[in-house]
Structures are given as structure tokens and as C-alpha cells.
């Protein structure tokens, strides 16, 4: 349920419900918009009558109830206000949200060895990405393939971002590892294998740092809102929703299916903000291109593609991997796509 506030209602007025509402056993949540107060209700409020809710303060405008199964990720959670996720990095803070310019995360699918980060990071930072991303530890389908550097590689990861000032994504794929890369990472990915991981999803629901939610390969839209609902339900509203492919019947010339339907889907129906990946959408180095391109048109708030400095020796994904060279390319014509969009002051255009 959400308690629309009056503009103007006096903050002691807001708080006073609130608290009325904690007496009467719901989890209030204010949230403060451009124009509103709006106060987000969580818990058993299916036994609440809209009408008796409303005598509870004249300065209440509107009670609505939430009718989808995810609630504090909904649009109507918020009133209709998208919401930005900021994220300080040393180079400043960087916003993802709808009315900012779209923000790209590059690097190697694998951190491999301090050469090749710091090399990738400079060269994407040079074209214009606001991230390097670069697993440490990697979620692979055969036990017998790359698993990744794990701890060193978190270092090298520091490194980089010491070297380069831009922000680190990187995955967590267990609880028990999620304090130490929150240590270096400025997001934590969870890849699309944990996207339906609870403890996981709860862990870093319960720390202060951004998260990354990648869909699932086999996970409908609302499944992959009700995981991002685990996390804001422990307290952490920072979550940018990652579409990177699905599985359907054809998979013989791509991947996956990178479902960029997602971008007009999600706007309809929740507040956070959006990441396409179109490296692990398409699995084709050389569809990268189109599908970034489509993905800004179609007005994703971000765009994560995988860079390595040789991608025919990448312990990882190297079929999908852009060299740095023809991510230069890349971050250039996606600057004149997102000039044709009404996104703020384009950032591509750097490049
Ligand atoms: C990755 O980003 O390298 C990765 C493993 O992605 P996904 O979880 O989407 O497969
Ligand atoms: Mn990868």
C-alpha cells in the first residue's frame, strides 16, 4: 500500500503516521520525491480499509494499494518517479537512471593478471567507460574450466581502479565472500546463475553497496523483479537490473537472446534503473555493436561489454570480447546514437 502525501505536508506530520503505522504493524518507508512524500506500506495490509487508512491525517492525498506481487521495486511504490542509483567512484560519482547519460561498464569477462587489467582500464577509461568490470571469481559450467584468480584477483581489481579512478564491478557468487569484494568492488554483480540465490540476494541486501542484478537465463520478468525485491526488502534500494540474454528453442547463431523488449517492460513497471549486455546477449563479438546501438535507441540507462587486450587467448569468453580498438570504435558510434535520444548532456561523446 502507498499514502500519498499533500505538497506541503509538514515533516513532523509524516513522521507522526509512520509511526502510527509501525503501532498498527506495518514497516513504513518514506520515500521523498521531486513534488511528494510518498509512504511505502509493507506487511499485512490486505486488511487495511483504503477509506479508514485515509482518515488517519488530512494531509494524506491519495491510498493506493499495490497490486503486484513485488512492491517496494514497483512503480507505483514510488508514485511514478524512477529512481538514480549513484555510485562514488574516484573519478566522481557516476548515476544511472533514466535522465542521465548512459553509462557504459567495459573490461575482460576474466581479471587474468595485473598487465591486462590495468592495460583494459586504461584503454576503456580513455573511450569513455565509467567502469571496469572483470570477474575474480567466476561462475563456469565446467568444473574443469577457468574458475578464476578468486582473493588475487581482487587485488588486481584495486590496482586498476588505483590506476584508472574508475569504479570495479565485479561478481559475488557466495556469501561468504561478499564483505571482502565490497572492499574493492564500488558494485557487486550477481551473475545471472545466482539471480534466484536468497541467501545471496539477502546478504548483499544487507550491505551499503550498489547491486547489479543480471536475469536469470531461464528467469521470467517477474521473477528477476521478485530477486531485486529481496534485496530492497533488507534495506538496500540500490539495485540496476542487468538484461543479458535468455534461453529460447534457437541458440545456433547467438548465445542467447538478448531480450531488449525488457527496456520499455521494466519502465513500465519498476522505478530502477536498466543495464543491456549485449557480450553475453549475443556470445558474437562482431553483434555487439548493433545490439549496443538498439539497446540506447531503445533507451537503456547502461551497457556492459566485455573488452580484453587479446581476446583469442582470453581465458574466458574471448569469442565475445571487443579488443581495445574496436571498443574505441564502438563507445564512437554509440555517441552518435545516444545524441539522437533525449538523454541529458550526452557522456559518450567523449570518445
Ligand atoms: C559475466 O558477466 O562475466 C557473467 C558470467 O555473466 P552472466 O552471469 O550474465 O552469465
Ligand atoms: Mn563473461
Redesign the pocket.
Known amino acids: 500500500m502507498i499514502v500519498v502525501m499533500k505538497s506541503g505536508t509538514p515533516e513532523a506530520e509524516v513522521n507522526r503516521l509512520g509511526s502510527e503505522f509501525e503501532e498498527l504493524g506495518l514497516t513504513p518507508e518514506k520515500i521523498v520525491g521531486a513534488h511528494k512524500v510518498v509512504i511505502g506500506l509493507v506487511g499485512d495490509t490486505a486488511s487495511f480499509d483504503i477509506a479508514r487508512v485515509q482518515e488517519l491525517s488530512p494531509w494524506i492525498e491519495d491510498v493506493l494499494r499495490v497490486e503486484k506481487p513485488y512492491k517496494r521495486v514497483s512503480l507505483e511504490y514510488r508514485h511514478g518517479e524512477y529512481s538514480d542509483v549513484v555510485v562514488p567512484t574516484p573519478n566522481g560519482d557516476v548515476i544511472f537512471g533514466p535522465n542521465h547519460p548512459v553509462v557504459v561498464v567495459a573490461g575482460p ?2 581479471v587474468e593478471n595485473e598487465a591486462m587489467i590495468v592495460e583494459t582500464a586504461l584503454r576503456v577509461k580513455a573511450a569513455g567507460a565509467k567502469f571496469l568490470r572483470g ?1 575474480a571469481y ?1 561462475p563456469r559450467t565446467s568444473p574443469y574450466a577457468f574458475q578464476g584468480h578468486g582473493e588475487s584477483a581482487l587485488h588486481l581489481l584495486a590496482a586498476a581502479r588505483e590506476a584508472s579512478g574508475l569504479g570495479i564491478i565485479t561478481e559475488v557468487m557466495d556469501t561468504a565472500d561478499v564483505e571482502k569484494i565490497a572492499e574493492v568492488a564500488d558494485v557487486l554483480q550477481i551473475g545471472a546463475r545466482n539471480m534466484q540465490n536468497f541467501a545471496l540476494l539477502k546478504k548483499v541486501g544487507a550491505q551499503d553497496k550498489p547491486v547489479l542484478l543480471k536475469r536469470g537465463m531461464a528467469a521470467t520478468i517477474d521473477d528477476w523483479l521478485m530477486a531485486a525485491e529481496y534485496v530492497l526488502s533488507e534495506g538496500n534500494a540500490n539495485v540496476i537490473l542487468c538484461e543479458r540474454g535468455i534461453r529460447t528453442f534457437d541458440s545456433k547463431y547467438t548465445r542467447n537472446i538478448l531480450d531488449l523488449s525488457v527496456v520499455p517492460v521494466l519502465r513500465s513497471l519498476t522505478h530502477l534503473p536498466m543495464m543491456i549486455d549485449p ?2 546477449g549475443t556470445g558474437v563479438s562482431d553483434f555487439v555493436l548493433s545490439m549496443a546501438k538498439a539497446a540506447i535507441a531503445v533507451g537503456t540507462d547502461s551497457l556492459m561489454i ?1 573488452v580484453h587486450p587479446n581476446p583469442a587467448k582470453a581465458l ?2 574471448g569469442p ?2 571487443l579488443t581495445p580498438d574496436a571498443f574505441d570504435h564502438v563507445m564512437k558510434e554509440l555517441a552518435k546514437v545516444e545524441k539522437l535520444t533525449d538523454r541529458a548532456q550526452p557522456a559518450l561523446a567523449i570518445a
Open positions: 569477462c576474466s570477474g567466476k557480450s553475453h566485455e574466458s569468453d565475445q570480447s
